[in-house]
């Protein structure tokens, strides 16, 4: 529903859709700390520190958090004009299995992390702190 605005204007090419929620994405996550959906569930990302992030850590933080799902999504458009049956094709879907494979890892290695880091927040030096009310 939410991207409905977005499909209009990109009339329905998936890169430039992709690229419009990117940015979207980006300026709303840099300028809206912490995001409305932080705000409800009482968290907030910070430096492991202590010190509040910065919009630079916060654009690095969204735009890894884009990162799997853009590599797959440039697989999926190579995959659309590769030659089917071809050794191309068998080449980017194992690629692009390899990446689904990371994305999932990406998310779960929160599960096993001492301080419940996502490999976004390993990666730019963030955690997630629950807020005292």
């Known amino acids: 529903m939410g991207t409905i605005p977005i499909t209009f204007v990109t009339r329905g090419n998936d890169l430039a859709s992709f690229l419009s929620l990117f940015v979207v994405a980006c300026c709303y996550y840099v300028y809206s700390i912490p995001s409305l959906g932080q705000k409800i569930m009482n968290i907030c990302p910070v430096l492991r520190c202590g010190r509040p992030i910065n919009p630079l850590i916060a654009f690095d933080r969204i735009a890894l958090q884009f990162l ?8 999926l458009q190579i995959i659309s004009i590769a030659d089917p049956g071809g050794m191309v094709v068998a080449t980017v ?41």
């Open 68 to 75: 799997c799902p853009a590599i797959a999504m440039i697989l």
């Open 93 to 133: 879907l194992l690629l692009h299995s390899s990446v689904v494979l990371l994305w999932a890892y990406w998310y779960v290695s929160a599960v096993f992390s001492s301080q419940k880091q996502t490999l976004h927040d390993s990666l730019c030096g963030t955690i997630v702190i629950v807020k005292r009310t």
